[in-house]
């Protein structure tokens, strides 16, 4: 149980108090009455006496009375009516709320820390209010009067025959039988003669005189003088009296009930406007005197009649009667007591003092006496006649004739002389005057007599009153009997079914309970008189209950939470809206956060109801919010009703205050931090041949990679436009802003191009919800167009569409548990300062029906147009956190975010707009195929656009043409098939001979040092002009890799006018192209044997190339054919075909191979004399009819982008490695390395759809080193082999800058020249002498020093036959020196001696830089074998 004020040994003695009653004349309650007061009311502050009080028991033992107070109270001839105490019960509960600034106790069990009000004032006032309302029975006397007051006024004309007929009336009362009610403790009543004199008004001689007169009539001891009303009522202003009245009359006491009269209209229709507050006391208005009782019958009203608040609370909810209460409370105009100076209180203290004294305790000393004596005196006989009258009739029944009793469910009644009731009597007694232990013993005694009779009822009480008396005897003379209790209640309750008097053993018991600290008993005791004839009662006793558990040594929180729980139900069942409210809040506590989900939705719906009908709107909405917000495991019905209660309570919070601002709404979720932001058109979509650039767009997912991508492309071109350096101020274009993006910068946003604002939704409930009006909300600031602010910056939240448009969807469904992403447009119409703060709508739900599509939703919910059941308007913010910073040690300590600005965009004055279409842009290619396609720009803006250009990763891929007109061919008709390329028809020769032309890589924007992936775009006159659009052809070559490849290109363009804002914008394209595998090219360079070339100067080259088609059909390729090789060079050119074979039609099917063999023969020096102006020659090799002029657009094109990326990677790789190279060295390597690309032209017919098809293409193949196979595609690489694990550390050796053994062997080259055969007549000469010119031609920059070793190598007999045995005359080795590429000749003689085929090829030849210490010996593998036949003749 809770904590109360007064312990239980004050509170029992104060709960049972001598009764006296009050008898007054029309003039005496006439002079009390201008206090506002009736004599017992004016008693009520006084009746506690201030001193201890001596008596003396029977035995005559002094006995000592503390703090006795007594109780004065107008007679009433009527029991109070059930219904009335039952109300009168209802308003002192409903009138006591918890203070407001009431210091809660904190309780911390386990993992709990509660709240609770440590006490519970309501409980404390119900309980004193219905032990001071019990009605007199008659099995007990402790509530019968002992004494009454006879109270006449000293102005009355015969105060002495007044106090006669007062007596007369008082004897009247208590003998005659027509009055059941009061009860009289004794036959003779004490009669205490009061004299009230108004101090004020009456004649003080008169008063006394009169006094003087009762003193000889009725002695001393039995009257008094009382003077009050010292002042007049209207002096009561001038000096403030305290009040002790007020908080006493607070209290809905039973005297004091003007809401139990008729109706107000009783009230108002009086007299006297003081009767309002007419005491409830007094006689039946029908008694002659006339004395005011306006206590009649009181039945509980019960007002059914439901009021619109009543709807949510059920058909059983009882309206609270405590509004009369109130309006009586609310009047603040009456002051009580205010004729009584401080000298009066003195008085009417001093007078009860008197009374009780003199009075009261002497008559009460004397009647314990007497019942005393009585008691002893008939003891032994009536004890011993009861038991023989027993004994003589049957069993132990008790004979009809000697009791005149009277038989009902409880057993006997006796009448009120019977002995028993003597002991009961005496036992009352002495428990009034604290005389607990003389009163234990007499109850002890009568309760033996009780139970021997049957008499139930009255043994039940003095069971109850025996318990009570032990616990307070002085001392603890022996243990509270507890089990006499559970047999009293057990009694009253289940055989007497009284619940009144259950009911007060149960808060006497629990209370006592409670003191000894057995709450576990006291909380089974509560629980147990919980029934359903009292849901106030049970209310209250399992809210005890609920403070037992929670006040155990180890507290039961989850117990305590549940009676809680069942208090509220109770107290909400009995009306008592404002405790049912409290006890489910202070449930909450343990239920909130454990996961008990649906016990949960349970207290909160019923917050939201109870806080609802108490108009307390705001907790009634963040109650039925919370059942929303949280996960629900509800069904969909259940969601279905919260949702439709929310609603309609959060109608009714937005009626009241219309024009307060939006409501937050708790539904649907948004994800706040998956909000994206786009600035700019959308797409269009795709018309016929035409396609739109991709761009960005609000359906691409964020790719961190490609996003880096596109970021490495600006600021290619970025650097490029700004001479090689990025500016500082530099940020990458940023059009689609989402949680990855950096957001840290407020985003620019152009003037009249929307933004869309993408907010991701979730419905978490299983009831769909229906947005509509859903708009975003913002507030702008604008500035005047020289960028400042204006004077006074309004806030502007969607009302001025002139600034700002915002566009409405007008429904937007979320079906159940769906998550659902709205995208929202604002069109800036001004400059200004942007912000973004939420999203605003009317929430509703679809009537009748959870199904969205039509099926099986009512007739009147056709989709479409979703009729809306209810709907409220209100908002949500889109608040999102920035990233948490973590650069600073600051920052990495605490836990601090960055800023979001995605939502706050500065809007910018007008930019040009660029748009891209693409025509005839192909999805597929082969590798290698050539394809014409073409590119349209349009500049949709107001603002001409210029400086455009665009960059992309891949320039291989695609060229849109040289820089003059010349190189670039007019249109695809141009020739035969529509080929993409510029060609020349030429007649059909017999000789494969090479068509030269040349061409800078400059014109074709591949200069020296310039970024070939930045092209700019080649516009007419570099401006588009607004609303123009040019249409430019495109040729795209598809990349040499099969398989899907993603190109990007990146469009760069400014605006003609510089602004300070944005100094350019860029648009993207993805071209998403698919290669299926061609050709397979592999080419070789060899050194010639011949060394004489037309102008007799040495240097020519071998090329052979290989071709394979490794096409797989699925393509639909039926064959290939190779219609022209061409090579590219600064230094060499095709010269000629050497293939055998005489087929000129070069085809090649599905996986056959082709080889052709090519004479490379170095240009002529005025060809090659402009090195350094990057000119290349071309030279062409035809196998068809026509001639592809390769120095032209698009074949160069793709020759020189292929070439610059294909040094692009090699480049790198040799520029670190070779850096410290000696000159020498260099010079040595230069011998091998040749710069010849060739490039392959292919035609391939493709059959699709029954139609043949003619696809060009072309291969490179770019040849650095001699003897060193290149390919067309990049090969493979094979993963290599994992070396051993070494344990040891290598030796750090230098490594040597000596070159290798392949770049030293072709430093010098051989040719041996002598005749094919020789016919010598060995039997005329038998040695045969042949004349040899060995030619040594240096191929370096460099001298040389060469050594010419003519003895054979070997000593070896097996390879003199390999050689054959010929020797070498003359001088066997020769030292020279070549110069710079001199070609120098040897005269040889070789000697045979017999006929047979010979390898000349035996000289060695070494040779070594001029400066050079190292010699090295050529190899000649490459070269054929010098055999001669020596044939006898």
């Known amino acids: ?694 761009h960005v767009s609000l359906d691409q997912e964020y790719d961190n990679e490609s996003s880096q991508q596109w970021r490495e492309l600006e600021e290619q071109v970025v650097a490029l436009v700004n001479k090689g350096v990025i500016p500082p101020n530099f940020h990458p274009t940023q059009y689609c802003l989402n949680s990855f993006s950096d957001n840290s910068r407020f985003p620019l946003a152009v003037v009249e191009e929307p933004i869309t604002v993408e907010v991701a939704f979730r419905n978490p409930l299983k009831v769909p919800l229906l947005l509509t009006n859903l708009s975003l909300l913002w507030k702008f600031q604008p500035k005047d167009c020289s960028g400042k602010n204006d004077e006074e910056v309004k806030e502007l939240v969607t009302s001025e569409p002139e600034m700002i448009g915002t566009e409405v969807i007008s429904e937007f469904l979320i079906n159940s548990e769906e998550s659902k992403v709205a995208r929202l447009k604002l069109f800036p119409h001004h400059i200004g300062e942007l912000h973004i703060l939420g999203v605003v709508y009317n929430l509703g739900t679809i009537q009748g029906s959870t199904t969205v599509d039509g099926i099986g939703a009512l007739p009147g919910c056709h989709t479409g147009k979703q009729s809306l059941s209810m709907s409220v308007r209100g908002r949500q913010d889109l608040e999102i956190q920035g990233p948490r910073l973590n650069s600073t040690k600051e920052e990495k300590t605490s836990i601090t975010y960055g800023p979001d600005r995605r939502l706050d965009p500065i809007i910018v004055e007008e930019m040009p707009l660029l748009e891209v279409f693409f025509i005839h842009f192909p999805t597929g290619l082969l590798c290698g195929e050539i394809r014409k396609a073409y590119v349209e720009f349009v500049n949709v803006s107001k603002c001409p656009l210029t400086g455009l250009k665009v960059v992309c990763k891949r320039p291989e891929f695609f060229t849109f043409g040289g820089n003059t007109a010349a190189l670039t061919p007019l249109s695809p008709s141009a020739s035969e098939n529509c080929s993409a390329y510029k060609t020349v028809v030429t007649e059909s020769t017999s000789v494969c001979t090479a068509l030269t032309s040349s061409a800078s890589s400059v014109d074709f924007g591949i200069g020296i040092g310039s970024q070939p992936e930045v092209i700019p775009v080649p516009l007419p006159d570099t401006v588009l002009l607004p609303g123009a659009s040019v249409q430019l052809p495109l040729w795209l070559r598809g990349p040499d890799e099969e398989g899907v490849h993603e190109i990007n290109f990146l469009f760069y363009y400014e605006s003609v006018k510089k602004l300070p804002k944005i100094r350019h914008r860029i648009l993207r394209h993805t071209a998403v192209i698919c290669t299926s595998r061609s050709l397979n090219v592999r080419a070789t360079v060899c050194r010639s044997n011949s060394l004489e070339d037309e102008e007799g100067r040495g240097g020519n080259m071998l090329v052979f190339v290989d071709v ?163 390919y067309s595609s990049p090969q493979k690489q094979e993963p290599p082999e994992m070396e051993p694990l070494k344990f040891f550390r290598p030796e750090n050796t230098a490594v040597s800058s000596r070159p290798s053994v392949e770049q030293l062997s072709s430093l010098i080259k051989t040719s041996l020249h002598y005749p094919e055969s020789l016919n010598h007549p060995f039997h005329q000469k038998s040695l045969c002498l042949v004349p040899v010119t060995l030619l040594l031609s240096n191929c370096s920059k460099a001298d040389v020093d060469v050594i010419v070793d003519l003895r054979h190598k070997t000593t070896s007999p097996e390879s003199l036959e390999i050689h054959g045995s010929f020797t070498w005359l003359g001088q066997t080795q020769y030292k020279l020196q070549l110069k710079s590429e001199e070609i120098h000749s040897l005269q040889l003689k070789a000697c045979f001696v017999h006929t047979g085929v010979y390898n000349l090829g035996t000289p060695r030849v070494f040779a070594k830089l001029s400066d050079q210490v190292t010699v090295f010996e050529t190899s000649q593998q490459n070269s054929m074998p010098a055999l001669i036949i020596i044939n006898n003749v």
């Open 1 to 694: 149980m809770a904590q109360c004020v007064q312990s239980v040994q004050e509170l029992i003695p104060d709960s049972f108090v001598p009764c006296v009653a009050a008898l007054c004349s029309d003039d005496a309650e006439r002079l009390t009455r201008l206090n506002h007061l009736s004599f017992a009311e004016l008693l009520k502050p006084f009746t506690r006496l201030t001193s201890e009080v001596h008596m003396r028991d029977p035995n005559n033992q002094p006995h000592i009375i503390k703090n006795l107070k007594i109780a004065v109270s107008n007679i009433i001839t009527q029991p109070p009516q059930p219904g009335a105490i039952r109300k009168l019960l209802s308003d002192v509960v409903s009138g006591s709320q918890p203070a407001d600034g009431l210091v809660a106790n904190v309780i911390t069990a386990g993992d709990y820390d509660l709240n609770i009000s440590a006490t519970t004032p309501w409980f404390e006032s119900y309980r004193e209010t219905f032990l001071q309302s019990m009605p007199a029975s008659d099995h007990e006397f402790l509530n019968h009067y002992l004494a009454c007051m006879l109270v006449a006024s000293s102005s009355e004309a015969e105060p002495m025959e007044q106090f006669g007929k007062l007596s007369q009336e008082q004897h009247r009362i208590q003998h005659n039988n027509d009055y059941s009610y009061p009860k009289w403790f004794i036959p003779n009543t004490l009669k205490y003669y009061v004299l009230l004199h108004d101090v004020s008004a009456g004649d003080e001689q008169r008063a006394e005189s009169i006094y003087e007169e009762m003193k000889q009539k009725y002695g001393t001891q039995g009257c008094y003088l009382l003077k009050i009303n010292s002042r007049t009522s209207n002096q009561a202003s001038d000096e403030q009296i305290p009040d002790p009245w007020s908080q006493y009359l607070q209290k809905n006491s039973i005297q004091n009930q003007e809401s139990y009269e008729d109706g107000p209209c009783t009230i108002s229709s009086n007299k006297n406007s003081d009767s309002n507050l007419l005491s409830l006391d007094g006689l039946d208005n029908e008694v002659k005197d006339g004395l005011p009782n306006n206590f009649r019958a009181h039945p509980l009203q019960l007002d059914s009649s439901s009021d619109p608040s009543n709807n949510i609370d059920g058909p059983d909810h009882v309206k609270s009667a405590s509004s009369l209460h109130e309006t009586k409370k609310a009047n603040p105009g009456i002051i009580h007591g205010a004729c009584l100076t401080l000298t009066d209180h003195d008085r009417i203290r001093q007078f009860v003092q008197e009374f009780t004294f003199r009075g009261l305790l002497p008559h009460i000393e004397k009647t314990i006496r007497q019942l005393n004596d009585q008691l002893i005196s008939r003891k032994g006989l009536s004890r011993s006649l009861f038991s023989a009258t027993k004994k003589w009739f049957s069993g132990s029944k008790v004979p009809e004739k000697s009791i005149n009793e009277l038989k009902n469910t409880s057993g006997l009644l006796y009448p009120p002389e019977a002995p028993e009731l003597q002991i009961r009597k005496m036992a009352d007694l002495c428990f009034l005057v604290q005389h607990y232990d003389l009163a234990y013993s007499c109850y002890h005694t009568a309760k033996k007599d009780f139970l021997n009779d049957q008499a139930m009822l009255y043994a039940a009480g003095a069971l109850e009153m025996a318990a009570v008396s032990a616990f307070l005897q002085q001392g603890a003379a022996r243990p509270y009997p507890a089990h006499y209790m559970d047999t009293a209640i057990q009694t009253y309750r289940d055989i007497c079914k009284n619940m009144i008097l259950a009911e007060r053993c149960v808060l006497l018991s629990a209370e006592i309970l409670k003191s000894q600290s057995k709450y576990s008993e006291a909380a089974a005791l509560l629980i147990r008189l919980t029934s359903e004839d009292s849901d106030l009662r049970s209310a209250l006793l399992l809210e005890q209950a609920a403070h037992c558990f929670i006040n155990m040594k180890s507290p039961m929180v989850r117990k305590y939470a549940f009676h809680m729980i069942l208090a509220g139900h109770r107290f909400s069942k009995a009306g008592q809206k404002k405790h049912a409210l409290r006890c489910y809040c202070q449930a909450m506590q343990v239920y909130k956060g454990k996961g008990w989900s649906l016990a949960e939705d349970h207290i909160n719906f019923t917050i939201g109801r109870q806080s609802y009908t108490l108009r307390q709107l705001d907790n009634a909405v963040s109650a039925f919010r919370h059942i929303l917000i949280n996960e629900s495991k509800q069904s969909a019905a259940q969601q279905g009703s919260f949702l439709r209660e929310y609603l309609y309570v959060y109608k009714n919070v937005s009626q009241l205050s219309p024009d307060g601002p939006l409501p937050q709404l708790p539904l649907p979720y948004i994800n706040s931090s998956a909000t994206r932001v786009f600035f700019g058109h959308d797409r269009r979509p795709a018309d016929g041949e035409k396609q739109a650039a991709t």
């Open 1108 to 1270: 394979e088609n490794i096409n797989t059909s699925e393509a639909g390729v039926k064959e290939f054919h190779i219609v022209q090789v061409s090579s590219s060079s600064k230094h060499w050119k095709l010269q000629k075909s050497v293939n055998l074979s005489e087929n000129k039609d070069a085809k090649l099917g599905s996986r056959e191979k082709g080889k052709f063999c090519f004479k490379a023969i170095r240009c002529k020096e005025k060809e090659v004399a402009t090195q350094s102006s990057e000119k290349y020659t071309f030279a062409d090799i035809i196998f068809g009819n026509e001639q592809i002029i390769s120095s032209a657009s698009p074949c160069a094109d793709f020759f020189y982008r292929s070439l610059s990326s294909e040094l692009k990677k090699v480049q790198p790789s040799a520029h670190t490695e070779k850096q410290s190279v000696e000159d020498a060295v260099r010079l040595i390597q230069k011998c091998s390395e040749v710069d010849l690309n060739v490039v392959i032209l292919w035609k391939a017919y493709v059959v699709e759809d029954s139609k043949q098809l003619i696809l060009e293409g072309q291969h490179h193949v770019i040849l650095h080193t001699v003897g060193k196979e290149a």
